[in-house]
């Protein structure tokens, strides 16, 4: 009784240690891209069966290759004859000369066998296959992996603009207020009527339902970003922003050229053409015979009282070599070889048609990329020019120059550059993605 105690303290400091060892994945308070990345890649659930995927194979490949090691194998039987008895010959030559096989009605054999495959067909293309199958399973790996950083990139993109557009629609709202509250002052004077009153309200309360509108469309798209990271508790998600440096991470070069062999969808299917090559070849040379070595010793017991059954043994071994010629086999091998070989075909269509949309994507992308680049030069100065004019018009309208809807004209000028501005430094940010993808440059070692 008195080392129930200390069995209970180790079983308990054994706990700690376990549940210590225990790696939990867990988000900083800020996240930025590379840390949304990173997180994707480790807990996105269509990463995470890619890789279980390539385990899979690993272990098929496994399974293949274990032909060409020793197969041994136990047997065991008993037998009682009730009607007549076994003649020497029944177990394999073991009865020994003398023994009267007339006075034997039970008999049992315990034997093993060892088979050692020299050629076969099967267990050579196993062996053949398992680069091309290692190769196109990371392959798929590193696919999963660059669509998982294509998506969590925009969608961090996404809910960045939304926030900024928030923030922008708050800096309105802001205004608006700044403006109703002159405008209120001015009416209570009587310098103005109720009509400026009226339109710095509507402006509001425009305003108003367009941050509520971005509060809800923030919360979907955080919820959208996190299912494709592979956040599964809930939760807010806080981003990190840097304006200065997305700026810059924008530019791109854009006099790099197409190379399909960079594109992770082209060489899967080199892979795919790899693996097809062999099984033409496995039916090919599928009429080459099977041979393979074996070894047997048994022991063998014989009596005519089955008490007695195990008293006295006849042991037996030999080894021989085994050939299996496959002569006819009702044309199957020759319709396996044409289906082999139109399958492989088809595959260079796949190939052929895959160059076509690979360029097309490529043209397409360099396309976007270069008209968002044009747009977002264009705006990124309509944003100055908008402040500058909203606070003159502003000034102006305080000293009885303009007129208030001068003043709304100004505002909604502002806050549509503004929204325009980030508009297009995200749409830039995300064509480019789309561009280094088609370039087949957007890997997950990048990040």
């Not at 076969?120 to 399973?137: I, K, W």
């Not at 006295?312 to 070599?321: D, H, K, S």
Request: hydrophobic share 35%.
């Amino acid at each position: 009784m008195k080392k129930i105690p200390l069995l209970i303290s180790c079983f308990n400091l054994l706990s700690i240690t376990v549940f210590a060892q225990i790696r939990t994945d867990s988000l900083p308070e800020t996240v930025n891209l590379n840390q949304a990345i990173d997180f994707a890649l480790r807990n996105q659930p269509v990463v995470r069966q890619a890789s279980i995927d390539e385990q899979i194979n690993e272990r098929d490949i496994r399974i293949g290759l274990a032909g060409w090691l020793p197969q041994v194998t136990g047997t065991g039987n008993v037998q009682h004859y009730f009607k007549g008895s076994p003649v020497a010959g029944a177990a394999g030559g073991g009865l020994p000369g003398g023994t009267n096989s007339g006075d034997i009605s039970n008999l049992s054999t315990l034997g093993l066998q060892a088979n050692q495959v020299l050629y076969n067909n099967d267990v050579f293309l196993a062996a053949r296959a398992a680069r091309y199958s290692r190769q196109y399973y990371k392959e798929n790996v590193v696919s999963s992996q660059i669509n998982v950083v294509a998506d969590v990139s925009k969608a961090f993109f996404d809910v960045l603009l939304s926030q900024k557009q928030l923030n922008i629609t708050n800096e309105d709202i802001i205004r608006l207020q700044r403006s109703l509250k002159d405008a209120s002052s001015r009416y209570q004077a009587g310098v103005s009527d109720k009509t400026d009153y009226k339109q710095a309200t509507i402006a509001l309360n425009n305003s108003k339902v367009t941050r509520k509108q971005t509060e809800e469309a923030i919360k979907s798209k955080l919820a959208y970003l996190k299912q494709i990271m592979g956040v599964s508790k809930a939760g807010d998600l806080t981003l990190a922003y840097d304006s200065s440096r997305y700026e810059q991470a924008a530019l791109i070069d854009t006099n790099q050229t197409l190379d399909v062999n960079n594109r992770i969808e082209y060489r899967l299917l080199q892979s795919t053409k790899s693996l097809r090559n062999l099984n033409v070849n496995y039916y090919k040379w599928g009429f080459l015979p099977s041979l393979s070595a074996f070894a047997n010793y048994n022991l063998i017991y014989a009596n005519k009282n089955l008490s007695n059954l195990y008293t006295n043994t006849f042991p037996n071994g030999y080894v021989g070599l085994s050939l299996s010629i496959p002569i006819f086999t009702g044309t199957r091998r020759l319709q396996n070889l044409s289906k082999a070989r139109l399958q492989e075909d088809r595959v260079d269509l796949d190939i052929i048609n895959t160059k076509n949309s690979l360029n097309t994507e490529y043209v397409q992308a360099l396309a976007n990329y270069k008209t968002n680049y044009t747009a977002w030069q264009l705006v990124k100065e309509n944003v100055e020019l908008a402040k500058d004019v909203y606070n003159v018009v502003s000034l102006q309208y305080r000293e009885g120059v303009k007129t208030y809807l001068d003043v709304i004209v100004s505002q909604a000028d502002l806050r549509t550059a503004q929204l325009n501005y980030y508009n297009a430094l995200f749409q830039l940010l995300s064509s480019k993605i789309d561009f280094q993808k088609s370039l087949g440059t957007l890997t997950p070692q990048q990040n």
